[in-house]
């Protein structure tokens, strides 16, 4: 039973950097696609950031809101997927979600199938 826990969510002010971690268990971490997603109140849930599994290159891919911004990456050892947010902005407040899919390959997937409970950051101008 695959199982997701995010972390190191919090306020901030416009300007400011997070680092939010997801730790994985219950599957064999390194085979699987690794994803952020947020949504905001009122909105869509909008995919953030992914990451290939080390046998895929590692290969990332950004929503254009956050290009330049938000780096993604995992630690195959530890099970973590981490999300470094830098120069946030009041837009970035959301929900942030950390997902995972039964995919080396990040770009085939159409649907992650095990999602965490969340956590909220909120940046304030």
């Known amino acids: 039973q695959v199982q997701l826990v995010e972390s190191g969510g919090g306020s901030v002010q416009a300007g400011g950097s997070l680092r939010l971690s997801c730790v994985g268990s219950g599957y064999i971490f390194s085979t699987y696609c690794m994803a952020w997603f947020r949504q905001a109140p009122g909105k869509a849930r909008e995919k953030v950031a992914t990451?290939?599994?080390?046998?895929?290159?590692?290969?990332?891919y950004y929503g254009d809101s956050v290009k330049g911004r938000f780096t993604i990456s995992r630690d195959d050892a530890k099970n973590m997927v981490y999300l470094q947010m830098n120069g946030l902005k009041p837009e970035d407040t959301a929900m942030y979600y950390c997902?995972?899919?039964?995919?080396?390959?990040?770009?085939?997937?159409?649907?992650?199938?095990?999602w965490g409970q969340g956590t909220q950051v909120t940046v304030s101008s």
């Open positions: 990451i290939s599994t080390a046998g895929a290159g590692s290969s990332t």
């Open positions: 997902a995972a899919a039964n995919s080396p390959v990040c770009f085939l997937v159409s649907r992650f199938g095990s």
